[in-house]
């Protein structure tokens, strides 16, 4: 289980918008984020009534995230959480370049595709982190066969997010609402 503080989280996963307390088919982790609420379907509204702190979307449905929902997380949000994991880039949920301008830049942004550096009209410009297993799977990869594994276990993968958590983005990266490293940034290994 995830030590994470859910007071004022929740997030919304693209197309699993409505998860209602009660059903017999939730999770002990979806239980979590749980709430009451009557049925909705209107990703807009959905977004203006539970107004949560991230949205993570893996449904490919390019441009779901439209600009009103992205000024609608800047005004919730001092720091919204806007991840458009889909793949390819035409399947985003938004580009980089429009949740950063519709955020005025304080959006924390992953995508699941490269998007270039984007340019804010103040001069600043901000590199977003791709979030998919591009960070991953390399290491796991040659883990499992330098070690002659026959079986991956759920742990490895547990310990490979821990181990990218811990390693964080570059100094400086949060303040320039990246949550990843920028890929094409030089990496050292020590």
């Known amino acids: 289980?995830?030590?994470?503080?859910?007071?004022?989280?929740?997030?919304?996963?693209?197309?699993?918008?409505?998860?209602?307390?009660?059903?017999?088919?939730?999770t002990e982790e979806k239980e979590l984020f749980a709430h009451e609420h009557e049925e909705m379907?209107?990703?807009?509204?959905?977004?203006?009534?539970?107004?949560?702190?991230a949205l993570i979307g893996v449904a490919a449905i390019g441009g779901a995230f439209t600009e009103q929902i992205l000024k609608d997380?800047?005004?919730?949000?001092?720091?919204?959480?806007?991840?458009?994991?889909?793949?390819?880039?035409?399947?985003?949920?938004?580009?980089?370049?429009?949740?950063?301008?519709?955020?005025?830049?304080?959006?924390?942004?992953?995508?699941?595709?490269p998007f270039d550096p984007v340019t804010l009209p103040d001069g600043q410009t901000l590199f977003p982190g791709q979030g998919n297993n591009s960070y991953v799977f390399p290491g796991v990869a040659l883990g499992v066969?330098?070690?002659?594994?026959?079986?991956?276990?759920?742990?490895?993968?547990?310990?490979?997010?821990?181990?990218l958590w811990r390693a964080g983005p570059c100094p400086g990266s949060i303040s320039s609402a990246q949550c990843f490293l920028y890929l094409a940034s030089q990496l050292s290994v020590k």
Not at 41 to 53: D, G, M, S, W
Not at 74 to 82: D, K, S
Not at 95 to 113: D, H, L, P
């Open 145 to 163: 066969v330098a070690c002659g594994l026959r079986h991956i276990t759920d742990k490895v993968f547990l310990t490979t997010a821990e181990v």
């Open 41 to 53: 379907k209107n990703l807009e509204a959905i977004v203006q009534k539970i107004k949560p702190t």
């Open 73 to 113: 997380m800047a005004a919730f949000n001092e720091r919204p959480i806007i991840f458009a994991l889909s793949n390819p880039t035409s399947k985003a949920e938004c580009s980089a370049e429009q949740c950063y301008k519709m955020t005025k830049g304080r959006a924390i942004f992953a995508s699941g595709s």
């Open 1 to 26: 289980m995830f030590d994470v503080p859910l007071v004022h989280t929740f997030a919304i996963i693209l197309l699993l918008i409505c998860i209602i307390q009660g059903r017999a088919s939730l």
